[in-house]
T-cell receptor, first 118, second 115 residues
Framework: GAVVSQHPSRVICKSGTSVKIECRSL??????MFWYRQFPKQSLMLMATSNEGSKATYEQGVEKDKFLINHASLTLSTLTVTSAHPEDSSFYIC??????????????FGPGTRLTVL | GENVEQHPSTLSVQEGDSAVIKCTYSDSASNYFPWYKQELGKRPQLIIDIRSNVGEKKDQRIAVTLNKTAKHFSLHITETQPEDSAVYFC??????????????FGTGTLLAVQP
């Protein structure tokens, strides 16, 4: 149980294009979904927290107009990297936490999306 | 806000030995502390977690201890195996600002188990 999928797993795009990444909780309803960015050999950097039906909460220094987050249902959140540039190249990982009150703080991670911007 | 520090950054042990990774946190109100294992290019996998109402939790070869007074928690892996080699992250749930289940992660420990 508690499986999170992410699509695509890898994407290569040209500079200036937009890329959409999907995060789905497959066998549970997620109260909240989180988007992280991870550079090689570094820790997970939280970008934003997303609750179904409301606006995402972005961390300091993360541009909300650059990284658009939509959380349309309890099982799907999307991250769109708009007008991508080479410096946006990174590993993007989502996570989801369970709706159950007793385990609301446990986060389960997706497999990640490797974005390369040429 | 919460701040989590993790040590060591790299750890090399012989197969069969024990490995210990330590983390400290700053927010005394934090009440949930998970540990994740991440293999190269893969997703972080939850391996064990502990809540602030207990001091120790064990799952086979893995154990976590929590000292709330000192605000530190540790991961213990016994009888290490080569497949334990990975990066391990500790985390603490941030409580600053009220209702949030945001996790603050440590910087990671690269564990290498030598056969």
């Amino acid at each position: 149980g508690a499986v999170v999928s992410q699509h695509p797993s890898r994407v290569i795009c040209k500079s200036g294009t937009s890329v959409k990444i999907e995060c789905r909780s497959l066998d549970f309803q997620a109260t909240t979904m989180f988007w992280y960015r991870q550079f090689p050999k570094q820790s997970l950097m939280l970008m934003a927290t997303s609750n179904e039906g409301s606006k995402a909460t972005y961390e300091q220094g993360v541009e909300k107009d650059k990284f658009l987050i939509n959380h349309a249902s309890l099982t799907l959140s999307t991250l769109t990297v708009t007008s991508a540039h080479p410096e946006d190249s990174s590993f993007y990982i989502c996570s989801a936490s369970l709706l159950l009150a007793s385990e609301r703080d446990t986060q389960y991670f997706g497999p990640g999306t490797r974005l390369t911007v040429l | 806000g919460e701040n989590v520090e993790q040590h060591p950054s790299t750890l090399s042990v012989q197969e069969g030995d024990s490995a210990v990774i330590k983390c400290t946190y700053s927010d005394s109100a934090s009440n949930y502390f998970p540990w994740y294992k991440q293999e190269l290019g893969k997703r972080p996998q939850l391996i064990i977690d502990i809540r602030s109402n207990v001091g120790e939790k064990k799952d086979q070869r893995i154990a976590v201890t929590l000292n709330k007074t000192a605000k530190h928690f540790s991961l213990h892996i016994t009888e290490t195996q080569p497949e334990d080699s990975a990066v391990y992250f500790c985390a603490a749930r941030e409580t600053y600002g009220g209702a949030t289940n945001k996790l603050i992660f440590g910087t990671g420990t690269l564990l290498a188990v030598q056969p």
